[in-house]
């Protein structure tokens, strides 16, 4: 029995600690069982709401955090799950669009903490980490109670603990590399892990994929009959101009238009993710009438996404982005060539060591002037002095500084980025990127946390 586990706790780094002290959320043991036994125990309080579940590669975040604001501004109560978190574990599990306060955090973990040891004894593997906070969200939200859950998969699909609700409408994010020692080798292999989310009589909502992965997914709906709409056939971005503090876009839905829409976040792929979240939404509310404009710009207009293209200080502009792998490098890579008119770029990068830094650093070296090697506090964290022999190699022995320390190589960065204009008129910029990891260290030592 894990007895920090079956203890109650007082403080929120108590609870913490106590989850933390389980299998980690990398140690994985491919199963269902254990969370079905937890939940159960718990009064499966995952069937006391209806739900929308997300998957895919990139983008879950924040389309996930824009499906909860068009729901909340239909007036419904929400719970969203998401992971990882940026700064702080509750982060997590979140209410009507806020996080657990740290009283309703070690609230929720007590309220399951009892079951937690009992299916350590039951089963063959006590429950990770992972499982734990999962049972504690699907709890909370019951408990609130929420109208509709908002369900972030921590990895994969079929087998992810999340999986244990049997959602409303499914949504599938772009597909690409990521995790291949765990989900499959190819694309192909990571959508049909990913397609295991759509269950019988669901609404199938897919982001534009590509021939190899769309087969896969729509195979996967016909076999359990669920209905699916497609990006760029059934909805999607009609148009879309860069603004201030973010872009102004034109969404067809898929049951209406809407135009001039403020979104204040950057990048194509943004807007991309606002026409999946608000299908989605359409999708869960049923019917053939429209949202309504005055819903979908109110939601829209209030959206976040924290470490996503968040700009979190000036002189000289800092950018944090979470990008870690090649497809989110390439987006993150597009949207500062769309959105932004920084000169120089220079980059702080830190990575996971069982991510592929080349790909990713490949991605990003047109966007960069030069790069700032580092790594996070983590034990899973790449060593700086191993991926500065990748990045010598994509960028050149020039444009590459390895400085260990995160906050130094921040302020290594900052001051490369205010003296290598080419001109009195140029605006250098910072951007720190990687890993999750990495971007929520560097914005606790910013002060981004609002």
């Known amino acids: 029995m894990n007895d920090a586990v079956a203890r109650p706790a007082e403080t929120f780094e108590e609870a913490e600690d106590a989850l933390l002290s389980r299998w980690p959320e990398t140690r994985l043991e491919p199963s269902l069982d254990r969370i079905r036994a937890f939940v159960e125990l718990l009064g499966d309080p995952q069937r006391a709401y209806r739900s929308i579940h997300l998957t895919g590669t990139n983008g879950k975040t924040s389309t996930s955090r824009m499906i909860d604001g068009l729901l909340r501004a239909l007036d419904l109560r929400t719970g969203r799950f998401t992971s990882p978190h940026v700064e702080r574990m509750s982060e997590r599990i979140s209410v009507d669009g806020e996080p657990l306060d740290d009283e309703a955090f070690v609230r929720a973990f007590n309220d399951v903490a009892p079951y937690t040891h009992m299916v350590d004894e039951q089963e063959s593997h006590p429950l990770s980490f992972f499982e734990a906070i999962v049972g504690m969200a699907y709890a909370a939200f019951a408990d609130a109670p929420v109208d509709v859950a908002v369900v972030e998969v921590g990895m994969g699909g079929s087998w992810d603990a999340t999986n244990v609700i049997d959602a409303d409408v499914a949504v599938i994010t772009p597909i690409a590399m990521d995790h291949a020692n765990y989900l499959g080798g190819t694309p192909e292999e990571i959508a049909l892990e990913k397609s295991g989310i759509i269950k019988a009589g669901a609404a199938v909502v ?245």
């Open 206 to 450: 897919v982001a534009q994929q590509t021939p190899e992965v769309m087969a896969v997914l729509t195979q996967r709906a016909v076999e359990v009959g669920a209905r699916i709409v497609v990006e760029g056939v059934d909805f999607g971005v009609v148009s879309r101009t860069p603004a201030v503090g973010g872009q102004v876009v034109g969404l067809r839905g898929l049951r209406g238009g809407y135009d001039e829409v403020f979104l204040p976040l950057y990048g194509a792929h943004q807007a991309q993710n606002a026409a999946v979240a608000l299908a989605a939404v359409e999708a869960f509310v049923g019917g053939d009438e429209p949202l309504g404009g005055d819903v979908v710009g109110k939601a829209f207009t209030e959206a976040t996404s924290p470490g996503r293209l968040e700009v979190v200080r000036r002189s000289p502009t800092i950018v944090l982005d979470a990008a870690h792998n090649p497809a989110g490098a390439e987006a993150l890579a597009a949207a500062l060539d769309d959105s932004f008119n920084f000169d120089p770029v220079v980059g702080v990068v830190g990575v996971m060591a069982d991510k592929d830094a080349e790909g990713l650093l490949s991605a990003l070296e047109p966007a960069l002037s030069s790069i700032v090697v580092t790594q996070s506090s983590t034990a899973r964290a790449m060593r700086a002095e191993q991926l500065a022999e990748t990045a010598r190699e994509v960028f050149g022995e020039d444009r590459v500084s390895v400085v260990p320390r995160l906050a130094d190589a921040i302020d290594a960065a900052a001051a490369l980025a205010e003296s290598d204009g080419s001109d009195a008129l140029s605006s250098g910029a910072v951007l720190v990127t990687g890993s999750v990891v990495t971007v929520g260290e560097a914005r606790n030592l910013l002060g981004g946390r609002k």
